[in-house]
């Protein structure tokens, strides 16, 4: 395959955008440099890159994309709102009726407010419990990513029950003191801090199921034992569900779970591929949000239409009897091919999988914490994504990201992503 138009992209994009990419996760620094392929066309479980390569997509954008590239269903709504007027800066009837969509898929939510990103609907969340509950620490657990707003971009102490490090430059120390790191699924730890900080502590801030050191379920009880403590303490439990709702059925992770949270944190999918986010929970919680309440916060591209019904048209997609079980088989099926070629060929990988997302970890060994995904090996890894890309698949470029399967994808899809992780394996 010839990338030399992507090449010549990027030592451009060099010169003009910092680092040349929009977002970190997107240079291949991670997978032993070089540059990032620049895509110009997305059709159904397609990429198309500016060298006119094709390639089976599994980054999905990073979780968006589940209905695969150009949907025609969310193209005509996007279509739509680009002949009425893209912004107005006043209500419509188009908010409404997908906040309603949402809050039926997702009974927890009594109210909603939408915003542009998940960044922003984790950071609000967490000042309206901090506004509800009078407190300002809160408590997340170790390698779960929640956006870039400053209380998240905080590492762990030494300790479960040591206070936060900044995790970037600029970051406040004053802030980071405000924020709790513990190891997911280690319920001692938790304990361990709730002790010592529970009375402090104004939310407990988790992913329902992990997506970001790679897909980690919660082992059986945790999180009920996490919402069960945060409560005795007086603390609100939030949900970031921006890559878990609508992933692994119609509704949130907390429905599949059966464990509810005080607040949710949304954006990712229910965008259908445009800018988005939402927050909602209880009404009493919510009710603390401006102009009800004291908690500021505002957008001037919130609640666009173009999002709207962008994001109505992908949920009623999803609606569609069989999607999720369609997603589950072809995982399975992907899971098993992989497995198959490990086994073949003596990879040492474990595969996390759950319907239609999966992680290969490049160890032998189960990974349920940060701790285990970082020690996975990402020289075996960085081989591996480049193999793949060179096969024409696309897969994020890190060790910790997930492979989205969407509704485009197809068997013959993914019979042909087997073949690739076989000779990438063989080779
Ligand atoms: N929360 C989670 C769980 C995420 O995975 C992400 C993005 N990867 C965010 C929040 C931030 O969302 P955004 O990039 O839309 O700001």
Redesign the pocket.
């Known amino acids: 395959m010839n990338f030399s138009k992507s090449e010549d992209l990027h030592n451009e994009a060099l010169e003009h955008i910092v680092g040349g990419v929009n ?1 970190p ?1 997107r240079s291949y620094k991670a997978v032993g440099g070089g540059s990032p392929i620049a895509m110009e066309k997305g059709e159904g479980a397609y990429l198309y890159d500016v060298d006119g390569n094709r390639y089976i997509d599994y980054l999905a954008a ?2 968006p994309i589940i209905t695969g590239h150009a949907h025609p269903h969310i193209t005509e709504a996007i279509k739509v709102a680009a002949e009425t007027g893209v912004l107005y800066g006043t209500p419509t009837a188009h908010e409404v009726k997908f906040a309603k969509m949402i809050k039926e898929a997702m009974p927890s939510l009594d109210k909603v407010r939408f915003v542009n ?6 950071m609000t969340t967490i000042r309206v419990a901090r506004a509800f509950t009078g407190r300002d620490k809160i408590l997340k657990f170790a390698g ?5 707003s400053d209380l998240v971009l905080v590492a762990a102490g030494s300790g479960p029950s040591q206070l936060g490090m900044p995790d970037s430059a600029g970051v406040p120390k004053s802030i980071a003191k405000e924020v709790i790191t513990v190891p997911f699924n280690d319920i001692d730890a938790y304990r361990e801090a709730m002790d010592k900080w529970g009375n402090e502590i104004a939310a407990v801030l988790a ?1 329902p199921i992990v ?2 050191f790679g897909i980690v379920e919660p082992m059986p009880g945790f999180l009920e034992e996490v919402k069960k403590i945060a409560h005795a303490s007086g603390a609100l439990l939030i949900f ?5 709702a609508f992933r692994f059925m119609y509704g949130g992770a907390q429905n599949m779970l059966g464990v509810i949270p005080d607040l949710t ?1 949304l ?2 999918i229910i965008g259908g591929g445009l ?3 939402a927050y909602g929970g209880r009404k009493d919680i919510m009710e603390k949000v401006a102009p009800l309440g004291p908690a500021y916060q505002a957008g001037t591209m919130a609640g666009n239409p173009a999002s709207m019904l962008a994001g109505i048209a992908c949920l009623e997609v999803l609606q569609q009897p069989g999607v999720y079980d369609q997603l589950d088989h072809l995982g399975a099926m992907l899971e098993k091919g992989i497995l198959e070629a490990a086994e073949k060929y003596n990879a040492p990988i474990t595969v996390n999988r759950l319907k239609g997302a999966l992680t290969i970890y490049f160890t032998r060994e189960k990974v349920v914490n940060y701790d285990q995904a970082e020690a996975t090996d990402g020289e075996l890894f960085a081989t591996f994504f480049k193999r793949m890309l060179h096969q024409g698949i696309n897969l994020a470029p890190s060790k910790y990201e997930a492979w989205f399967i969407t509704t485009a994808h197809t068997e013959e899809d993914i019979k042909e992503t087997i073949t690739a992780v076989e000779n990438a394996f063989k080779s």
């Open positions: 977002s996760s990073y979780g990103s998940g960044t922003e609907a984790v779960c990513y929640h956006g870039h992913e997506g970001n970031d569900e921006v890559i878990t944190a954006g990712k800018p988005i986010g």
